[in-house]
């Protein structure tokens, strides 16, 4: 048997109140004499039999009823033989779930309030010297430290809905790095959640001997939802007047399809489209949504659905930018190429220009074509190399005839396929890669009477192991315009020189989305919304000033805040910390972002009790607090310390006081 209170077992002490008042209390008899006393002696010594019994049963009864309040003050428990440790000196973390799925009512209010009030029954079941963590899924710095019982339940108040949903491993795992570091003799980890199916990844959960982990489920409210999973704007470039398309795709988690949702998209606070979609049950829909570009710079836009109880999940917010020019330059040793400069001349999307050798501004382009070059030195290969991995883009256009080692070696320090044998015969292209990026959006059909390009010579490729995709082919399966990744870049190869007198190309129709679409997608456009809580780094399209006056990250309700800029790979990104909450559009300088709420909380699935059971069966360090309506104070203590006994000692006093009150009453009579 262990005492919650053992200083309390001093009350024992009060014993001797009643047991001094009955040794006062004590009668003494005097001897008088009678005649005859023979019958009256023995009526006096019974009745001093039965006065005596009395009194012992009385002093009993007084004594046991102190004795029982005095140690159920002191908290009694009795220690089962598998209970934990003491529990003094614990370092107690408890996570607690408040992601927007705990913000739906249930029976006592909002999932929230609930589990807040189970974080409030934890702390009361420690002692006071108990040093806790109160963690939730915002994962503030501010929560990284231990407080005391009161601390604790002022921090459980002060939490609120958040966007942020990480994993119920991702949580144990930072709980128990924090314990690691606590100077304690035991240390316990507490979930208290809903245990959605998207973040309860329990086998994930971290298999740490020095940390006890307790599950504490509430029971979800599972209901049907509809929510824009994702917008999508297929075009690599925006300019004012052009036309933008949209994909929409609209999500139900609900069980029964979903007919004519409407769907608004909203432009720079204008609604310039509208759709409606059939959704079916557990299932996407998608629709396509057109409207054009009032001006350049950058447009705000939203797309927006109407679903009910769940409501964060309805908006979709996305930026479109048209940036600056994309600026191409092309390197010969002769003159500039008379089809791509015909191309982009006069073109506000693309700058283009001409040089003989290789620049030292090479990083300051997005597409660099090699056209027919025959030289070029060593330095300026290792730099084209650095630049490409770097995310540029490049063309290299194959001479007439002779293929240099210089330029194959370029070729193949990018893992790019190399020029081979000049095959000085006519030869006709047979297929084209309508699915490849450069295309996307250009045939609207295949047909067999499309116009292909005609080669009075071509080189045969070699090396093109399986990164080179063949846009253009030519009879026999030979490659005449392949695409290579290298890196975050794009190297393109055409096997003969871009001259009208062997190649066709520059005058059929192809010649243009062919060549165009490289330009456009040398610079990839930033992407048109950013999800709030992911760990990626976010590629930002302008450089921003780090050291004398950096640039604010400016939202809604007057946010600000300094974000971390860093330098990956020649450009310029920015990392979060957890810090934005709220959705919508926020402003970097010149920059407009666009952030959204994470998706991963808009199906309300969750696990049932028996599959929590079976995923903590074999977990040692995992344990299981069943859900009752009873207070987990006692299902605690009951659990860690013992049965609690101070309800039998409280009402064992009172039959004591009640026997006392049913003695005294039966003498008197």
């Known amino acids: 048997m262990t005492f919650s209170h053992p200083a309390m077992l001093w009350g024992l002490a009060a014993v001797a109140i009643p047991v001094i008042i009955h040794l006062l209390r004590l009668r003494r008899y005097r001897t008088v004499y009678f005649s005859n006393v023979e019958r009256l002696e023995a009526t006096s010594s019974a009745q001093r039999r039965h006065d005596t019994i009395r009194q012992w049963l009385v002093l009993a009864a007084r004594v046991l009823a102190i004795a029982l309040l005095a140690l159920a003050f002191a908290g009694p428990s009795l220690r089962r033989r598998q209970a934990t440790a003491d529990n003094t000196q614990a370092a107690v973390s408890i996570f607690i779930d408040n992601s927007f799925s705990?913000?739906?009512a249930s029976a006592d209010g909002s999932m929230l309030d609930e589990a807040c009030r189970r974080a409030k029954e934890l702390v009361a079941a420690y002692p006071v010297d108990t040093r806790f963590q109160v963690l939730s899924g915002d994962m503030t710095g501010t929560q990284m430290h231990l407080l005391g019982s009161d601390e604790a339940v002022d921090a459980i108040d002060q939490l609120t809905s958040s966007a942020a949903a990480p994993t119920l491993a991702e949580a144990a795992s930072r709980q128990a790095s924090f314990l690691r570091q606590a100077q304690a003799r035991s240390r316990h980890a507490y979930i208290i959640s809903d245990f959605q199916r998207s973040v309860a990844d329990l086998a994930a959960m971290p298999a740490d001997s020095t940390v006890s982990f307790t599950l504490v489920p509430l029971q979800g409210v599972e209901a049907a939802n509809l929510y824009v999973d994702s917008v999508a704007l297929d075009a690599p470039a925006y300019h004012a007047g052009g036309s933008v398309e949209a994909t929409v795709t609209v999500a139900n988690s609900g069980q029964a399809d979903a007919h004519d949702v409407?769907?608004?998209?909203m432009a720079d606070g204008r609604e310039r489209a509208l759709a409606t979609v059939d959704v079916p049950a557990a299932g996407k829909a998608k629709c396509t949504m057109r409207f054009s570009l009032a001006h350049?710079?950058?447009?705000?836009?939203m797309v927006t659905?109407?679903?009910?109880p769940v409501t964060f999940d309805n908006r979709y917010h996305f930026v479109i930018s048209s940036g600056d020019p994309i600026t191409v330059l092309e390197i010969d040793a002769a003159q500039a190429n008379p089809s791509l400069a015909r191309l982009f001349a006069n073109d506000s999307l693309v700058r283009f220009s001409h040089t003989g050798t290789p620049r030292h501004d090479i990083e300051d382009c997005d597409m660099v074509v090699l056209n027919e070059l025959t030289t070029i030195s060593s330095g300026?290969?290792?730099?084209?190399?650095?630049w490409v991995t770097d995310g540029g883009s490049l063309l290299v256009i194959a001479p007439e005839g002779h293929a240099t080692d210089a330029l194959n070696g370029l070729l193949a320090s990018l893992g790019a396929p190399q020029l081979g044998q000049w095959v000085a015969t006519p030869a006709k292209a047979t297929s084209v890669d309508g699915d490849a990026p450069l295309y996307r959006g250009v045939f609207s059909a295949k047909t067999d009477d499309m116009e292909m390009p005609l080669t009075e010579g071509h080189y045969t490729l070699t090396g093109t192991g399986h990164t080179a995709r063949s846009i253009i082919t030519l009879a026999g399966n030979t490659p005449l315009l392949t695409h290579?990744?290298?890196?975050?870049?794009?190297?393109?190869?055409?096997?003969?020189?871009?001259?009208?007198?062997?190649?066709?190309?520059?005058?059929?129709?192809?010649?243009?989305?062919?060549?165009?679409?490289?330009a456009l997608f040398a610079r990839p456009l930033p992407p048109a919304a950013h999800t709030i809580g992911s760990h990626d780094p976010i590629a930002l399209a302008h450089r921003h000033p780090t050291d004398t006056k950096p640039d604010q990250l400016e939202g809604a309700d007057g946010f600000s805040l300094l974000p971390d800029l860093r330098t990956v790979g020649g450009r310029q990104v920015m990392v979060q910390h957890g810090e934005l909450t709220a959705d919508g559009i926020y402003t970097l300088g010149d920059e407009r972002l666009a952030f959204n709420y994470p998706r991963r909380e808009s199906r309300m699935e969750f696990m049932t009790q028996a599959e929590i059971e079976r995923a903590v069966a074999d977990r040692d360090n995992?344990?299981?607090?069943?859900?009752?309506?009873?207070?987990?104070?006692?299902?605690?203590?009951?659990?860690?310390?013992?049965?609690?006994?101070?309800?039998?000692?409280?009402?064992?006093?009172l039959a004591m006081l009640l026997a006392e009150t049913i003695i005294i009453r039966t003498t008197r009579r």
């Open 380 to 386: 300026a290969s290792q730099q084209l190399q650095r």
């Open 305 to 308: 659905i109407e679903d009910y």
């Open 102 to 104: 705990m913000s739906l």
């Open 622 to 653: 995992l344990s299981l607090l069943a859900p009752s309506k009873g207070s987990l104070t006692d299902q605690l203590r009951e659990r860690q310390g013992g049965r609690p006994l101070w309800r039998w000692c409280l009402a064992l006093a």
């Open 262 to 265: 409407p769907v608004r998209l």
């Open 484 to 518: 290579t990744t290298v890196g975050d870049g794009s190297v393109y190869l055409l096997a003969t020189p871009l001259r009208a007198e062997l190649n066709t190309l520059v005058g059929q129709a192809m010649f243009v989305p062919t060549f165009y679409n490289m």
């Open 296 to 301: 350049g710079g950058t447009t705000e836009g």
